[in-house]
């Protein structure tokens, strides 16, 4: 039985690796001023790798072409304890890396440093993002190249890296349904404490208006 959940698990995680794998980079737009985050999933010790390129909206041609070198692109990254671990301008089209050492939802911000330019001043800038987490943001054909590997070689290495990003998926996973357990034990001990708090509030109410409605009837000499 517990064979047949590893293997349900290390597949799960196979097809989710596999479906990061297929997604295209995206593209968005942003303003002068316009700040764009993004929240990326991610176990420890991962490396990702972001690539991206900017397009500047031409009015007159009624299309977007490549940006100047000028206009560059500031990138920001936070871990999930908000503390920042990338924080570094680039230039129109570029490359950018780190390495995540806290499992958990790691924000990704860029926004441009166009109030320095004035060409950009009302126009809209379009980025294409594509962002490589774990073993995807490997480069085989140049690390094959430089290490002289064979075809086999570079396959088993392939596999190994795979296996390793599976059991830091598989980890990142068990750590998720940890902090949900816990944040569960912690809402239903407020709970249990509250439903105690409620009833003691009753009961000392009950108590206080039967005193109260004593006192009153002896007053009125009812009783």
Not at 30 to 44: H, L, S
Not at 94 to 116: D, V, W, Y
Not at 151 to 170: F, N, S, T
């Amino acid at each position: 039985m517990v064979s047949v959940r590893m293997k349900s698990s290390v597949l799960s995680v196979v097809l989710l690796n596999l479906f990061y794998s297929l997604v295209p980079a995206l593209y968005f737009h942003i303003g002068e001023t316009e700040k764009k985050c993004f929240i990326e999933e991610i176990p420890d010790e991962t490396m990702i790798i972001g690539n991206y390129r900017t397009q500047l909206y031409d009015k007159q041609r009624e299309e977007y072409l490549p940006a100047t070198q000028g206009l560059g692109m500031f990138v920001e990254v936070k871990d999930p304890d908000d503390k920042v671990i990338l924080s570094r301008q680039y230039g129109s089209e570029g490359r950018f890396t780190f390495t995540s050492h806290t499992p958990g939802e790691h924000q990704i911000c860029l926004h441009s440093n166009s109030s320095k330019f004035s060409l950009f001043a009302g126009g809209m800038l379009r980025v294409h993002l594509d962002i490589q987490v774990g073993e995807h943001a490997n480069n085989y054909a140049e690390i094959a190249a430089k290490d002289k590997l064979t075809e086999l070689q570079l396959r088993v290495r392939q596999l190994v890296e795979q296996v390793d990003q599976i059991q830091k998926e598989q980890n990142y996973q068990r750590y998720r349904e940890e902090r949900f357990r816990q944040t569960s034990e912690s809402t239903n001990q407020r709970v249990l404490w509250w439903s105690i708090v409620q009833t003691l509030i009753l009961v000392a109410i009950g108590i206080w208006q039967m005193r109260h409605l004593k006192s009153f009837f002896e007053a009125k000499k009812l009783v």
